[in-house]
């Protein structure tokens, strides 16, 4: 697998996967890049609870993840993240562990859990 990041001009820096472009910066007019980090948290959880509630006929018109981080002060690293999966009153009770579990699953997270080795490392390309 391969993306290829580009500057694009003013503060934007750009994703390039396939046939998609993600655009990002650090001036409000696009994501900036730890803030599409922290959204693929929940939205990858999201993701999963929403295959979940379909595999189930479940409707997902009243439910909602909120996710709230805590940063150290000190450091202003975030420390935990919390996942709320929202559910209206008529959702099964039966399916309220499982839905959990659901979310779990979240490639994200697992990643995060065992983080790949990062490097860093720079290239000569030849202009055309």
Known sequence: MEMEIVFPG???????????VIPTNQDGSAPAPFGLFLASIGTCAGIYVLSFC??????????????????????????????DIQVPPDFPDKYKEAVIR???????????????????????????
């Open 10 to 20: 003013d503060a934007r820096v750009d994703a390039r996967m396939g046939n998609m």
């Open 54 to 83: 379909r595999q189930r006929g479940i409707p997902t018109d009243n439910i909602r993840i909120v996710q709230r981080m805590q940063s150290n002060p000190l450091t202003r690293m975030i420390e935990k993240i919390e996942l």
């Open 102 to 128: 659901s979310a779990n699953q979240c490639a994200v997270k697992k990643h995060l859990e065992q983080p790949p080795v990062f490097e860093v490392n720079t290239s000569v390309v030849e202009l055309a």
